[in-house]
């Protein structure tokens, strides 16, 4: 049945029931991968939170969780790719197997900031888990290891990921009306 939309959508791209599949799907990958292993989900405050706890859920092996939070701006010049540390990690990751847990990867300035940051604490090792992923804008490369749906040059929202704060709570990923993109 597809969901009753919020105003202000002008798609949807993928329902409750796909995203509890695929998510199911991939919390299965991870599982066989870290089993015998430190397993650590690092969650990016706030759009992944929605994301993880969905994921967690299913993975079949111990996990730890912690977050943290980022915040982005441009420079003078308007550049992009400016990323620091808002709230930092609770605990140490030295020794551990660490699967970041993103919402989207886009550019990938983000999360080569991240990845930097993260693999100079001495983790045991370090991966990308995304929930979604438009390898299409990237300007950085970086690796993804898992990731639940590819999508379209469009902005989406839902399922964790906003436009001005709001729609975090919609249990679908859609794409909005042109006037508000
Ligand atoms: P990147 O550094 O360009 O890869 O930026 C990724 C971040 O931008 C994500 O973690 C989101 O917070 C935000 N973002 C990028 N695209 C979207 C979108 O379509 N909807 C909501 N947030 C987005
Ligand atoms: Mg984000």
């Known amino acids: 049945m597809m969901p009753e939309l919020a105003s202000g959508i ?7 029931e796909q995203i509890e599949q695929r998510i199911g799907e991939v919390a299965a990958e991870i599982s066989e991968r870290y089993k ?18 969905e994921l967690a859920r299913r993975i079949r092996v111990p ?3 912690d977050f943290l939070a980022i915040s982005s701006f441009s420079n003078k010049s308007g550049a992009p790719g400016l990323v620091r540390i808002a709230k930092d990690l609770d605990d140490s990751i030295e020794g551990e197997d660490v ?10 300035f983000t ?4 990845l930097q940051t993260l693999s100079s604490r ?3 090792s370090l991966a990308v888990c995304t929930f979604l992923d438009r390898n299409s804008r990237r300007i950085v ?4 290891e898992y990731r639940c749906f590819e999508i379209p040059d469009r902005f989406v929202i839902g399922f964790g990921l906003d436009y001005n704060q709001l729609y975090r ?3 679908y990923v859609a794409v909005l009306k042109p006037d508000r993109e």
């Not at 002008?10 to 409750?16: P, R, S």
């Not at 999360?111 to 991240?114: A, F, I, P, V």
Request: zero cysteines; charged letters at 20%; aromatic letters at 8%.
């Open 111 to 114: 999360l080569r900031y991240l």
């Open 141 to 144: 490369q970086v690796p993804v």
């Open 99 to 108: 699967l970041l847990i993103e919402d989207i990867v886009d550019t990938g």
């Open 36 to 53: 015998d292993k430190n397993l650590k989900l690092i969650g990016v405050l706030k759009g992944s939170v929605f994301f993880l706890a």
């Open 169 to 171: 709570n919609l249990n």
């Open 63 to 65: 996990v730890k969780i």
């Open 122 to 124: 001495g983790p045991n």
């Open 10 to 16: 002008e798609k949807v791209l993928f329902t409750q």
